[in-house]
């Protein structure tokens, strides 16, 4: 799989807070995403980036915002976190070359608002 | 619109026996990859396998393999021998310009 990582791995937060997890990637992919995971829900796309300082939104944005001012790094932002936004996040990257055109994804970052 | 359609939301399987889980997928794309993949307790997104529309051959990767009817837009999986660590959530995905479609998922239960 691809080296991605996320930080911080797991989170508890209050409302009102903001939050950044970071996404990082070691294998020059093009596209990254953010992914949230709840119950009875499945993965559903928050952001994705197709390049540097190139994102778009996804099916679930309100609430979150996203920079990408290099490759490998993908920040995902909560400006002022609420109890809807307590779930898993992933981080998941994708190549555009035969080989890569596969999403992998990172580990996971548990998040808990209060 | 793409959609992803798994009809099974659970599943159990005897070790050591076989299980197909089902994906149908609705596209009017006539080149396209899906995938599977598992989410075992770990939460972890495993890549299972991937299949490219344009190839007639099913992939197979070790006990995993799939039965791909492109006419009938069906994609199952097929896992056998099954062992107690595929214990986990299944899904299946369609790539749409670089974007997953996802199924709902299948939870499968290995009996030991």
């Known amino acids: 799989d691809a080296g991605i990582t996320q930080s911080p791995r797991h989170k508890v937060t209050e409302t009102g807070t903001p939050v950044t997890l970071r996404c990082h990637q070691t294998e020059n992919h093009r596209y990254m995403y953010w992914y949230r995971q709840d119950p009875g829900h499945g993965l559903r796309l928050i952001h994705y980036?197709?390049?540097?300082?190139?994102?778009d939104k996804g099916e679930v944005s309100d609430g979150y915002s996203v920079s990408r001012s290099k490759t490998e790094d993908f920040l995902l932002t909560l400006e002022s976190a609420t109890s809807s936004q307590t779930s898993v996040y992933f981080c998941a990257t994708r190549g555009t070359g035969t080989g890569t055109d596969t999403q992998y994804f990172g580990p996971g970052t548990r998040l808990t608002v209060l | 619109a793409q959609t992803v359609t798994q009809s099974q939301p659970e599943m159990s399987v005897q070790e050591a026996e076989t299980v197909t889980l089902s994906c149908t997928y609705d596209?009017?794309?006539?080149?396209?990859?899906l995938f599977w993949y598992k989410q075992p307790p770990s939460r972890q997104m495993i890549l299972v396998i991937r299949?490219?529309?344009?190839k007639q051959q099913n992939a197979t990767e070790n006990r995993f393999s799939v039965n791909f009817q492109k006419a009938a837009k069906s994609f199952s999986l097929k896992i056998s021998d099954s062992q107690l660590g595929d214990a986990a959530m299944y899904f299946c995905a369609y790539d749409s310009n670089y974007q997953l479609i996802w199924g709902a998922g299948t939870k499968l239960i290995i009996k030991p």
């Open positions: 980036s197709y390049g540097v300082k190139d994102t």
């Open positions: 596209t009017s794309e006539s080149d396209y990859y």
């Open positions: 299949q490219e529309a344009y």
